[in-house]
């Protein structure tokens, strides 16, 4: 291990850019990933686990912990002392008690998969103010079982590249994962928000949809946790929170920023998100409707919401390689991550197909997608798909998640929790505007009347089943505040 903590400080004494930064990971991969599993083994032997888990997390996240460093650096106008901040999980375990114990009732699931397919779950768990810190590490796949996890992950792995995600492997894994998972919440406390970090290709697992069977039911993880988000690391979880705050805030009223797409293709229930946001403008809200690459605001620090709807992907180690299509043009996530400053932490929804999605077989976990470029950039959540979203879908989420979140003033983990839930029980339709609602709308807005009637009128076309796929309402995860 003492190798291991080495190897997660050199890049940050020696003040190596991200680039250098994964040409050394690279290298060291195999060394990496043999003492976070001499790590796992430490626990028998009493080893203290917060400095297991500041390893597991050095071994996963130390390129985007130089990432969001410099980015941290750059709001607050100065340079800190190369290394410092770079280190700060491998090097203070108590920065992790201190730390889970301001998330409240909070179990974290750091996952970690080995090079030959064995995978391990470390739970680091708030017990409440006046106990200690629950820590807990369940081997999730053997080394007898690595094999034929590794070959139903690859199957799933090869639908989800085409858009289509194997729901028969998806099906097994996510069984596999929540009857130790869901067991393991049952036994020892049921938490009220829980955030996985996950590993390598795990990124790509809808894992908030993880589920347990007995003979006379099926238990989804959301039935018993409210809360359920993600983070690429303990580094962003933790430090990234206060990112924006750095910023000083727009003195321009708050604002909501709709990108739409409108020249993409297939995307036909399009219309009806840009009728929603064109007529909430009408209304008097807020918003700014933009339909070009050229139209983007070049301050965007006084928006409290985004939503992006178009086509999309990520790639988990190229910033470069990760975009968001507008128009004839793309959007980077490296240009997102470096250049937008969201300081008043907005909720993003980004409605386009894999802007969460990870198919990487890396041997160093370097994810760098999306919905963490605009977590880079201050957002406090982002409301990502992890593979091709139906249109009605998208434009449901678009309406319904960020609406949610500020009217109900619950958290955007919350707000999707219970979007999922409409989705798979076949309860959505109640969303939808009443007969009441509609007729209440004043004269002089027959317009308005007309156009959301229309809205309703599609959706109730479809058949209350339509989401309760897998496919259709685990879509969607929540990266960032949960």
């Not at 909070?106 to 409440?128: D, K």
């Not at 590993?199 to 238990?219: D, G, M, N």
């Not at 790639?315 to 490296?334: F, I």
Request: glycine share 6%; proline share 4%; aromatic share 10%.
């Amino acid at each position: 291990m003492v190798n291991l903590l080495h190897l997660s400080m050199t890049p940050g004494l020696k003040n190596l850019s991200v680039d250098e930064t994964r040409a050394f990971m690279h290298e060291n991969a195999a060394a990496i990933d043999d003492g976070v599993a001499d790590a796992f083994r430490q626990l028998e032997l009493g080893e203290d686990p917060r400095i297991v888990l500041s390893l597991l997390d050095t071994s996963k996240s130390v390129i985007n912990r130089i990432a969001l460093v410099k980015r941290v650096s750059r709001l607050a106008a100065r340079v800190p002392e190369s290394g410092k901040l770079v280190v700060l999980a491998a090097t203070r375990p108590e920065w992790i008690d201190r730390n889970l114990r301001r998330l409240g009732d909070t179990a974290v699931c750091n996952f970690f998969v080995t090079r030959t397919g064995e995978v391990w779950l470390f739970i680091c768990q708030n017990l409440g103010e006046d106990q200690e810190i629950g820590y807990a590490a369940l081997h999730l796949v053997d080394a007898q079982a690595a094999k034929e996890f590794t070959a139903l992950l690859e199957n799933y792995l090869a639908g989800v590249v085409n858009g289509r995600p194997n729901v028969e492997s998806l099906s097994i894994i996510l069984e596999w994962f929540g009857s130790a998972i869901l067991r393991f919440f049952l036994q020892f406390k049921v938490p009220e928000r829980v955030v996985f970090i996950p590993h390598r290709s795990l990124h790509c697992l809808p894992l908030h949809a993880i589920f347990a069977t007995s003979p006379t039911e099926t238990v989804y993880l959301d039935m018993l946790i409210r809360r359920i988000g993600y983070s690429s690391s303990l580094a962003d979880l933790f430090y990234g929170r206060g990112v924006a705050q750095k910023e000083t805030p727009s003195p321009l009223e708050p604002r909501i920023l709709a990108v739409l797409d409108v020249q993409a293709t297939g995307l036909a229930w399009l219309r009806y998100e840009r009728d929603h946001f064109e007529l909430l403008e009408q209304l008097g809200m807020p918003v700014d409707v933009v339909t070009r690459t050229a139209d983007l605001p070049t301050d965007k620090s006084s928006y409290v919401t985004i939503n992006w709807s178009g086509h999309g992907r990520s790639d988990p180690s190229s910033w470069a390689g990760s975009y968001l299509t507008l128009g004839s043009g793309n959007v980077l996530a490296r240009d997102i991550s470096q250049t937008w400053t969201l300081s008043r932490r907005p909720l993003v929804t980004l409605a386009a197909c894999e802007t969460a999605l990870d198919t990487s077989s890396s041997a160093v976990d370097e994810y760098c997608g999306l919905d963490f470029a605009f977590k880079l950039a201050g957002a406090a959540a982002v409301f990502a798909t992890l593979w091709r979203v139906s249109d009605p879908l998208a434009a449901l989420a678009s309406v319904i998640l960020a609406y949610w979140s500020f009217e109900h003033k619950v958290s955007p983990a919350e707000a999707l929790v219970r979007f999922q839930q409409g989705l798979r029980n076949g309860t959505w339709q109640q969303w939808l505007l009443s007969d009441e609602q509609l007729a209440a709308i004043p004269r002089d807005q027959e317009r308005v009347r007309e156009i959301l009637h229309e809205r309703r009128q599609a959706y109730r076309r479809l058949p209350l089943d339509y989401f309760s796929a897998v496919q259709s309402w685990a879509t969607f995860r929540c990266f960032g505040q949960a």
